[in-house]
């Protein structure tokens, strides 16, 4: 199945640094979501988007709605130890009901 | 409040076997779905069920993956004669409506056909 192109596939840091990844589509979007995942879990929901252009925060975590519907960026600031997993993005078609269409995953490791 | 459960969390099985992996959605959660993520992949759709209904099954990857929802609210995915392609994460979600309403999810079962 399609998934989502997501930069970096992984990355290190360290503690304290920020951290940007993004995730492109060639289809429209009318909902991007970012989710975090631990080796072995679920994914868990950090943030939600609802709307072009829209940038909201959650904590430590922001997130921006692309302009074109086709792009979605998620910035942590002072990055610590518990930062680290995969990081998704997802996306709900425009005019499909509901599934969601995940990224490729950003590996994100935080060093001391 | 209790969030999505799966069980089991680990299924070992051999090739050629029936498996049954089940989801408890939130309560209250009216849409519920499956996906399957591979190692090192993000997860792939397999169906959403709104009520008791399959509103969206286009995921399901051929006619030995089935999954009910008989009483709209525990859900049972069913795989027939397993192969060993089939091993993977299978995860289960749910949120209050369809549409873009949030999607939780549970632990995940991890399936591995020997």
């Known amino acids: 199945g399609q998934q989502l192109n997501q930069s970096p596939q992984s990355m290190f840091i360290q503690e304290g640094e920020d951290v940007s990844m993004n995730c492109t589509s060639s289809s429209i979007f009318n909902t991007w979501l970012w989710y975090k995942q631990d080796p072995g879990e679920g994914p868990v929901l950090l943030i939600a988007?609802?709307?072009?252009?829209e940038l909201t925060s959650n904590g430590r975590l922001t997130a921006q709605f692309g302009i074109t519907r086709k792009d979605s960026f998620l910035n942590i600031s002072a990055s610590i130890p518990s930062d680290v997993g995969i990081y998704f993005c997802?996306?709900?078609?425009?005019?499909?009901?509901?599934?969601?269409?995940f990224g490729t995953g950003t590996r994100l490791q935080v060093t001391l | 409040g209790a969030g999505v459960s799966q069980t089991p969390s680990n299924k070992v099985t051999e090739k050629g076997k029936y498996v049954e992996l089940r989801c408890d959605p939130i309560s209250g959660h009216t849409a519920l779905y499956w996906y399957r993520q591979s190692l090192g992949q993000g997860p792939e759709f397999l169906i959403y069920f709104q009520g008791t209904g399959a509103a969206d099954d286009s995921g399901l990857p051929n006619d030995r993956f089935f999954a009910v929802r008989p009483e709209g609210s525990v859900s049972t995915l069913k795989i027939q004669r397993t192969e060993r392609g089939d091993s993977a994460m299978y995860l289960c979600?749910?949120?209050?409506?369809?549409?873009?309403?949030?999607?939780?999810f549970g632990p995940g079962t991890r399936l591995t056909v020997l």
């Open positions: 997802a996306g709900q078609l425009t005019g499909t009901a509901s599934k969601l269409t």
């Open positions: 979600a749910s949120s209050l409506a369809g549409g873009v309403n949030e999607q939780f």
């Open positions: 988007l609802y709307k072009a252009g």
